[in-house]
């Protein structure tokens, strides 16, 4: 498959996107939105894309393989990927937190799920794309190497975390889906990009690496012990009109993440021949099978277990999203009793 082609799907799922938040949150919300994942994007990718590919930066994590596809449309690609992989996460992990209880409707757990649902997805888009040759990372990094399929490094799995709750879900939560966005000072909030952004220039590696990693701790104590709501009121949504259905239009992102993993398993046993990369694909699997309500936890659990036994020791990354699932379950039954 060309890279353009994945361009346009990605445009493509991005216009559901905005049509689906749109009609759920209105304008001014769809509109921050999309406004600051493309700006924050830009700013990651833009120049660090550029630098790379046309000065062949030797601190560029990784590179395009592709012969025929030019630098803009790569920096776009990658720019429209986060914006694409960020909106499914926060929408997955909001479908999701109706499963938690007492933690229904709160800011820090949709915004700590949605960091492991882009994670989720990255790894089994990262672990296509290398193996179809699209990019490869150009740094070592083999921790957990016998975990991951695919030569997926770990540092993936961090970067798909980091980036989405820090730059974009935690300031855009509180500032305008919080009590908060009444406030006068609300945007100081932006301070959380910023200072990921300036970690980002700290060497040795390990400072920035030990600062994101705090900052990932600290957003999963903020998880369990913040009592902070999503606030909606004064939020206008526009009325349906030419008949629209509701369910179907919620459901639409469900759709394209489904989509996605059915373009990957194509991809990973048509064009490359190699049925080990679907091993990539349970993580985000079963965080869909989470997001459908109806289908009961403890079937999932069971199927997650299941997957190590029958697979290998790298299917055991699919019992992560079940465990942190489940460990909120159990957390919230046991405020509530």
Known sequence: MDLKIV??????????????SYFSRGFRLTFNFFFFAFLVAIIKEGPMMINGILVKNPTMPYEFLTKNTSVMIETM?????WVFTIYLGWYIANRIAQRLGVWENRIFPVVFISGLVTASVGYAVEATAIGIGWWQWTIEDIRLAGFLAGGVPLIVFETWTHFPTQYLLMPYSIIECSRFKRASWKGIFFLIPFVHSVSTQFRPELIRTSIEHIALIILFILAVISPLRFEYSGVRRPSLRWNLNLKLLESLPMLIIMMLVLILVFLD???????QLLISLL????FILLAIKR??????????????LILNRQALVAVVPVTVILGFKILARIKAG
């Open 7 to 20: 361009l346009l799907i990605c445009f493509f799922s991005i216009f559901i996107f905005i049509v689906h």
């Open 77 to 81: 690609l990658a720019i429209v990927g």
């Open 283 to 286: 993580p985000v699997i079963f």
């Open 269 to 275: 046993l048509i064009k490359i021949h190699n049925a």
């Open 295 to 308: 289908i009961p936890l403890l079937w999932i659990v069971f199927f997650a277990l299941l997957c190590p």
